[in-house]
T-cell receptor, first 114, second 114 residues
Framework: GESVGLHLPTLSVQEGDNSIINCAYSNSASDYFIWYKQESGKGPQFIIDIRSNMDKRQGQRVTVLLNKTVKHLSLQIAATQPGDSAVYFCAETLRSGGYNKLIFGAGTRLAVHP | ETGVTQSPTHLIKTRGQQVTLRCSSQSGHNTVSWYQQALGQGPQFIFQYYREEENGRGNFPPRFSGLQFPNYSSELNVNALELDDSALYLC?????????????FGPGTRLTVL
C-alpha cells in the first residue's frame, strides 16, 4: 500500500543534544522526499528535501539521509533548541497520471527539554 | 511564511450543511493541492488542481469538490457535512517556474462539524 511511517511517535531530548527522527517509506518508485515541521495550530513548514539520486543533504543545523536500499529516511537536527519542539513529518512524493501527491505518515513529536 | 493564505481560519458547521474553503497560492505557483488532516494524524491528499482542472484525486467521496481560478487560487467545497469531516484542511501550492516540485502549505482552516 501507499504509506510513509515513522518508527518513534515521540522523541524527548535535552536542549543542545542532537536529534534523529526516522521514517520508512513504501514506494520504491518515489524520487522526492520532504521533511516538514508542524507547530501546534499551524500548517506544515518545509524544512529540507532530498531527491532519490542523493543519499545525504545538509541544511542549516539539519541533515537528511536517504537509504533507498531499505527505504528509510532520517532527519538529524544538530544542537536541538526549544524552538525545534514540534511534530515532524516525512513525506514521499507519489507521481501518478500527470500529478503528484504527498504521502505523509502520522508524525513524530519532538519535545526539547531545557 | 510561505505566501500561501487560507480563509477562514476557523469554521463551525452542523451535519448536513455545506462549506467552502479558500486558498491563495504562492506567487508564481500554478498548482494547488488540498489535504485533510485529522487530529493527531498526517495530512491526507484530497485532490490537486492545475490549469483550472482537477488532475488527481485521493480516496475522498464526490461530495468533496473544488475549483481553481485563472489567478491559480482555489476553493474546496464539501457538501452534506459529516461529523468525521472535522479536521484541519490544508492547501499547498507548487509548480510553475517558481515552484518546482516542492509543496508549500498554508496555515489551514480548522473545520468543526457538530
Amino acid at each position: 500500500g501507499e504509506s510513509v511511517g515513522l518508527h518513534l511517535p515521540t522523541l524527548s531530548v535535552q536542549e543542545g543534544d542532537n536529534s534523529i527522527i526516522n521514517c520508512a517509506y513504501s514506494n520504491s518508485a518515489s524520487d522526492y522526499f520532504i521533511w516538514y515541521k508542524q507547530e501546534s495550530g499551524k500548517g506544515p513548514q518545509f524544512i529540507i528535501d532530498i531527491r532519490s539520486n542523493m543519499d545525504k543533504r545538509q541544511g542549516q543545523r539539519v541533515t537528511v539521509l536517504l537509504n533507498k536500499t531499505v527505504k528509510h529516511l532520517s532527519l538529524q537536527i544538530a544542537a536541538t533548541q526549544p524552538g525545534d519542539s514540534a511534530v515532524y513529518f516525512c513525506a514521499e512524493t507519489l507521481r501518478s497520471g500527470g500529478y503528484n501527491k504527498l504521502i505523509f505518515g502520522a508524525g513524530t513529536r519532538l519535545a526539547v527539554h531545557p | 511564511e510561505t505566501g500561501v493564505t487560507q480563509s477562514p481560519t476557523h469554521l463551525i458547521k452542523t451535519r448536513g450543511q455545506q462549506v467552502t474553503l479558500r486558498c491563495s497560492s504562492q506567487s508564481g505557483h500554478n498548482t494547488v493541492s488540498w489535504y485533510q488532516q485529522a487530529l493527531g494524524q498526517g495530512p491526507q491528499f484530497i485532490f490537486q488542481y492545475y490549469r483550472e482542472e482537477e488532475n488527481g484525486r485521493g480516496n475522498f467521496p464526490p461530495r468533496f469538490s473544488g475549483l481553481q481560478f485563472p489567478n491559480y487560487s482555489s476553493e474546496l467545497n464539501v457538501n452534506a457535512l459529516e461529523l468525521d469531516d472535522s479536521a484541519l484542511y490544508l492547501c499547498a501550492s507548487t509548480g510553475g517556474l517558481a515552484g518546482g516540485d516542492t509543496q508549500y502549505f498554508g496555515p489551514g482552516t480548522r473545520l468543526t462539524v457538530l
